[in-house]
């Protein structure tokens, strides 16, 4: 069972929109995205719309920091993925797809487990008012889709999904795809083997601090 359910569940357009706000995410004023300025009545209204199963909690309602840097770095540099087509692992919200898009990808495959990211992926695509992103689920057990780039934006956040990511994205840079990783800093990716590409401080979303964020390169 995945998180939130069957894999072939569907979350309507209409709750992500009734609970959430739009906001601009700091560090990338170009994207709108729908997120929870209060989470635990989102997280409430999740239980309540499943009936009260147990939901994991609505990371697709947040910008998070690692998400945050790698969009940041393709829209500054967009080389990176124009003219290429692009997995987004662990999509969320869905910001490093629409960043992509907006760098010129050719095409944007978001992956995430949880069906309220599903939707929330399309919705914020829609928002921003691109086109070119298609959403599926958990693809870490199979063999990496033919993309030319992957993008994983805060997904070594605990050492379950790290152990699972890693070996993943070590597939993915084998059979020839530029794997880059926009981390803030998680004790549990080898940042030993990686290559930084630029290194970004995101504003926290609650206080004035900031979180020292490194876009990664796989060599
Ligand atoms: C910390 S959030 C980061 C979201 C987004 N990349 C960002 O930076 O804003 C991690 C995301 O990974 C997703 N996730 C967890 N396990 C996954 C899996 N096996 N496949 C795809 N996504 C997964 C979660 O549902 C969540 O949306």
């Known amino acids: 069972m995945t998180p939130g359910g069957p894999a072939t569940r569907v979350v309507p ?3 992500v929109r009734a609970h959430t706000q739009v906001r ?13 300025d209060d989470v635990v009545a989102l997280w409430e209204a999740m239980e ?4 009260g199963a147990g939901e994991a909690p609505p990371f697709w ?11 940041r770095a393709v829209l500054d540099d967009p080389g990176l993925v124009a003219g290429r087509t692009v997995l987004d692992l662990g999509s969320g919200s869905g910001l490093v797809a629409v960043a992509a ?3 010129g990808a050719r095409w944007v495959l978001a992956s995430d487990v949880d069906p309220f990211s599903r939707t929330a992926i399309g919705v914020n695509a829609g928002l921003n008012g691109v086109a070119g992103i298609s959403v599926t689920g ?6 990496p889709p033919a993309v030319d780039v992957v993008l994983a934006g805060d997904v070594c956040y605990d050492r379950e999904m790290t152990e699972r990511v890693l070996p993943f994205l070590d597939r993915a840079r084998a059979r020839g795809c530029e794997v880059l990783v926009g981390d803030p ?4 990716l ?3 083997r990686l290559e930084p590409v630029t290194a970004l401080d995101v504003p926290e979303t609650e206080g004035p601090g900031t979180r020292r964020t490194t876009v990664w390169r796989l060599p």
Do not use: K, N, T
Not at 24 to 36: G, K
Not at 48 to 51: F, S
Not at 185 to 188: E, H, K, S, T, V
């Open 24 to 36: 601009r995410p700091s560090l990338v004023p170009e994207v709108r995205l729908h997120v929870a």
């Open 48 to 51: 309540d719309d499943a009936g």
């Open 138 to 143: 958990d693809v870490l057990d199979r063999d």
């Open 13 to 15: 357009a209409g709750f």
């Open 185 to 188: 800093g998680r004790p549990y």
């Open 61 to 71: 309602a947040a910008a998070w920091p690692g998400g945050q840097a790698l969009a």
């Open 190 to 192: 080898p940042h030993q």
């Open 101 to 103: 898009v907006l760098a």
